[in-house]
Antibody, heavy 118, light 111 residues
Framework: EVQLLESGGDLAQPGGSLRLSCAASGFTFSSYSMRWVRQAPGKGLEWVSSIGATGSSPNYGDSVKGRFTISRDNSKNTVYLQMNSLRAEDTAMYYC???????????WGQGTLVSVSS | QPVLTQSSSASASLGSSVKLTCTLTSGHSGSIIAWHQQQAGKAPRYLMKLEGGESYSKGSGVPDRFSGSSSGADRYLTISNLQSEDEADYYCETWDRNTRVFGGGTKLTVL
């Protein structure tokens, strides 16, 4: 069974930084792309970032480009999201997700909550 | 960049069927999409990938009551024999080379 366990969500100040982690199990982690998707309170889903199976081809949504960095450690079965220059509009539940063979989001974690406020 | 359009809400009676629509923008009418369900207070759940026509593949454990179909730029999620636990938000998702896009979601109410 695929399990994705996010951590690192917290209250941060505007301009601050946070690092989210997602520990994966139940599948061959190094064979799959991964992504982060967020959901602001009461709003819909927004793609944040994706990374290839080997750590290649990171890409980002326009709202986070230049501020967030996705990475992964295949030896630890973990994907990360480094979030810098945080803004109030980054407040959201952040979900880690496994990408299916057809590039769709195939499995979801339970999420970790990021709040940005002074 | 593709754009997905969904109705904001839908409702249907317990035991009946409902068909939710996700419309792709012009130029992306052949795109593959995925459907996700999000019950209140929970993480999203992957339901199926919809490739075109009547071809779809479902996620693990998704009941047979859920099916998908397509017509032109429209992608459908049909839920038969509606149950109370089907009350949820439903999102469609698509992608191109460098971006992923979600529709705005449809809130389904089971009456």
């Amino acid at each position: 069974e695929v399990q994705l366990l996010e951590s690192g969500g917290d209250l941060a100040q505007p301009g601050g930084s946070l690092r989210l982690s997602c520990a994966a199990s139940g599948f061959t982690f190094s064979s799959y792309s991964m992504r982060w998707v967020r959901q602001a309170p009461g709003k819909g889903l927004e793609w944040v970032s994706s990374i290839g199976a080997t750590g290649s081809s990171p890409n980002y949504g326009d709202s986070v480009k230049g501020r967030f960095t996705i990475s992964r450690d295949n030896s630890k079965n973990t994907v990360y999201l480094q979030m810098n220059s945080l803004r109030a509009e980054d407040t959201a539940m952040y979900y880690c997700a496994k990408v299916g063979s057809g590039s769709h989001t195939e499995s979801w974690g339970q999420g970790t909550l990021v709040s940005v406020s002074s | 960049q593709p754009v997905l359009t969904q109705s904001s809400s839908a409702s249907a009676s317990l035991g009946s069927s409902v068909k939710l629509t996700c419309t792709l923008t012009s130029g992306h009418s052949g795109s593959i999409i995925a459907w996700h369900q999000q019950q209140a207070g929970k993480a999203p759940r992957y339901l199926m990938k919809l490739e075109g026509g009547e071809s779809y593949s479902k996620g693990s454990g998704v009941p047979d009551r859920f099916s998908g179909s397509s017509s032109g730029a429209d992608r459908y999620l049909t839920i038969s024999n509606l149950q109370s636990e089907d009350e949820a938000d439903y999102y469609c998702e698509t992608w191109d080379r460098n971006t992923r896009v979600f529709g705005g979601g449809t809130k389904l109410t089971v009456l």
